[in-house]
């Protein structure tokens, strides 16, 4: 059982950066795949971003190329996502996500029921 609690969500201006945080429990962190999604209002959770469990491979979606970047430290059982020169239509609710250890360090996963365990969602609203 994983239990993941995100933060460093806010409100800002196009342009801005903000660095998001989900922090898990459990001790098999390093053994689970990571990932970020979001919902805007009123469309579905979307795929934004992905680690493996040994960080080696990362994966974005085509909007976030370029601007975000997911990292992960094993030893703080943490996964981050630095999202720079913020737009708004980033504007959702971002949540981390943890894909059931098993698979090699290089494994990640894009698609929503390919994730275990799910974080409550940390608000981010980007203004014009």
């Known amino acids: 059982q994983v239990q993941l609690v995100e933060s460093g969500g806010g409100l800002l201006q196009a342009g801005g950066s903000l660095r998001l945080s989900c922090a898990a429990s459990?001790?098999?962190?390093?053994?689970?795949?990571m990932g970020w999604f979001r919902r805007a209002p009123g469309k579905e959770r979307e795929f934004v971003a992905a680690?493996?469990?040994?960080?080696?491979?990362?994966y974005y979606t085509h909007s976030v190329k370029g601007r975000f970047t997911i990292s992960r430290d094993n030893a703080k059982n943490t996964v981050y996502l630095q999202m720079n020169s913020l737009k708004p239509e980033d504007t959702a609710v971002y949540y981390c996500?943890?894909?059931?250890?098993?698979?090699?360090?290089?494994?990640?996963?894009?698609?929503?029921?390919?994730?275990?365990?799910w974080g409550q969602g940390t608000q981010v609203t980007v203004s014009s």
């Open positions: 996500a943890a894909a059931g250890s098993g698979y090699s360090g290089s494994v990640y996963f894009t698609e929503v029921h390919e994730y275990d365990y």
């Open positions: 459990g001790r098999t962190f390093s053994s689970y795949a």
């Open positions: 680690i493996s469990s040994s960080a080696f491979n990362t």
